[in-house]
């Protein structure tokens, strides 16, 4: 029997690896002879870099950037020589995981330590980069990083437009001409888990500036600032992205990356399951356990459980899913390509309770799983 384990991240408990690990202590519990092969995955969203450099051994690089406040960290990506591909994971610069609750502040966080990944990719060779663009501090559109590489945004007096989003508003000039030419050479996929647009009730704006600090009066602040940089960008660029799906992503970065860089922008989970051939492991499996910490009705915009088992439909292959939770809507699953889906809580308990035993229950539930499979069998 062969079984693939492949679960995103548990967020605030385990790691995808971690998870995975902990299912395959379950399952050969249950079943010691069965084949386990684990694929930790990610949707695009924070982990993705991780869950890239196990999958493919890529080389693991480090570089000393600006985080989203404009304060040195070191960032991490990854390097696959032989293809000349780079890993850019935007959280590594620009994350959310970085700030404190009290240092969160989407007026003025910026992108511009993802530009300085994206100059050491070009630096080291690149002729291909996969940017992950979730988890990210800002709401910048994305400015931060052309700064960073060279395209030089200006206020009414010919001056550099400072960090942030809401400085967007004071745009006057947006010009393009020192924009780093190797970037033309460079086939950028940009790895995305929402389809918002940049502007307006469903922008990146409204939907995500509030979780980064974002006041309901900042948030219509960034939202008119952010389209005057879509205005601006399109007399630029000669073509208007606002309305892309997926351009709100990380703050907007989704726009800048299409409107200036050219990228194609994909579901996060796709763009992973092509990099760890997902393909070829779905096809040797008998059966697929996914998961992650919450499955409900918003899972289907893109998260892995749900891109797990819409490829594996197209093989007829099983797919249960095991999710910390079970929010509304996730019986949608089920249209999807789950054969079945449970929660990890062995009884009543608080999150607070639950998610230091994550790896304990990810283990009891493959382990009972398992033993009814073999029983089944």
């Not at 511009?112 to 070009?122: I, N, R, S, T």
């Not at 008119?224 to 073509?239: C, E």
Request: net charge negative.
């Amino acid at each position: 029997m062969n079984v693939l384990l492949c679960p995103d991240s548990f967020k605030d408990a385990l790691s995808a690896p971690e998870a995975a690990a902990a299912m395959a202590r379950g399952v050969q519990r249950a079943a010691p002879d069965a084949n386990v092969q684990a694929c930790p995955l990610a949707d695009g969203g924070e982990g993705s870099l991780e869950a890239l450099i196990a999958a493919t051994g890529a080389e693991r690089r480090q570089l000393r950037v600006q985080d989203a406040l404009g304060r040195p960290r070191q960032a991490t990506w990854g390097w696959l020589g032989e293809q000349r591909t780079a890993f850019i994971e935007l959280a590594e610069a620009s994350g959310l995981q970085h700030l404190a609750n009290h240092e969160r502040s989407a007026l003025t966080t910026s992108t511009f330590g993802v530009g300085e990944l994206l100059l050491a990719a070009l630096d080291q060779g690149a002729n291909k980069a996969l940017l992950l663009l979730g988890g990210s501090a800002t709401n910048d559109g994305g400015a931060g990083m052309l700064q960073a590489l060279g395209a030089r945004l200006l206020d009414q007096h010919g001056k550099p437009l400072p960090p942030g989003g809401a400085a967007l508003s004071q745009l006057e000039s947006l010009a393009l001409d020192e924009l780093d030419p190797r970037l033309a050479d460079l086939r950028l996929e940009a790895a995305v888990d929402v389809d918002n647009p940049l502007l307006g009730e469903r922008g990146a704006s409204a939907v995500f500036g509030p979780q980064k600090g974002a006041s309901s009066e900042q948030v219509e602040q960034l939202d008119r600032a952010l389209k005057r940089f879509a205005d601006m960008t399109a007399q630029a660029v000669g073509h208007d992205y606002r309305e892309l799906p997926g351009a709100g992503a990380a703050g907007g970065m989704g726009f800048a990356a299409r409107a200036f860089l050219k990228a194609t922008l994909k579901p996060g989970i796709e763009m992973i399951m092509q990099q760890t051939d997902m393909a070829t492991l779905l096809a040797n499996a008998d059966v697929v356990i996914t998961g992650e910490g919450r499955l409900d009705g918003q899972s289907l915009a893109g998260k892995t459980p749900i891109g797990v088992a819409r490829a594996a439909q197209r093989l007829n292959k099983p797919v249960i899913v095991l999710a910390g939770s079970l929010g509304n809507g996730w019986q949608a699953c089920f249209n999807e390509g789950v054969t079945a889906a449970f929660a990890l809580a062995d009884g009543p308990i608080s999150l607070e309770e639950a998610l230091p035993r994550t790896a304990e229950l990810l283990e009891a539930r493959c382990e009972s799983l398992l033993r009814l499979w073999v029983a089944a069998d």
